[in-house]
């Protein structure tokens, strides 16, 4: 059974740095696509960042310039380095997996991902 297990998170101010982890088990696939995607309270979960199994990436806009995904050379754990913080970047920040390749446009979009973690809580206060 596939689990995704998160950490990394934690309360930080305005401006600071935060590098969330996410450590999957229980698969050998090695081509696997995987995100990172958040959810505030009151609103729609989103898509923040995400890697293809080719290693594509993609951002939201609103990280830009200031997340970076990125995964190990065995392709099993995935980071999330998040500088620059803002208050609204607080959320509950969940990693998820889908063993395939996603292309471009469909690796942002939350229905594309089979496994899911219990999510780390982001808090940045300003």
């Not at 939350?110 to 808090?123: A, E, L």
Request: aromatic residues 12%.
């Amino acid at each position: 059974q596939v689990q995704m297990v998160e950490s990394g998170g934690g309360s930080v101010q305005a401006g600071g740095s935060l590098r969330l982890s996410c450590a999957p088990s229980g698969y050998t696939y090695t081509r696997y696509s995987m995100g990172w995607f958040r959810q505030a309270p009151g609103k729609e979960r989103e898509g923040v960042a995400a890697i293809g199994a080719d290693g594509t990436t993609s951002y939201a806009d609103s990280v830009k310039g200031r997340f970076t995904i990125s995964q190990d050379n065995g392709k099993n754990n995935l980071y999330l380095q998040m500088n620059s913080l803002k208050p609204e970047d607080t959320a509950m920040y969940y990693c998820a997996a889908n063993p395939s390749h996603l292309v471009s446009w469909l690796l942002l979009q939350g229905s594309s991902y089979n496994y899911w973690g219990q999510g780390t809580q982001v808090t940045v206060s300003s």
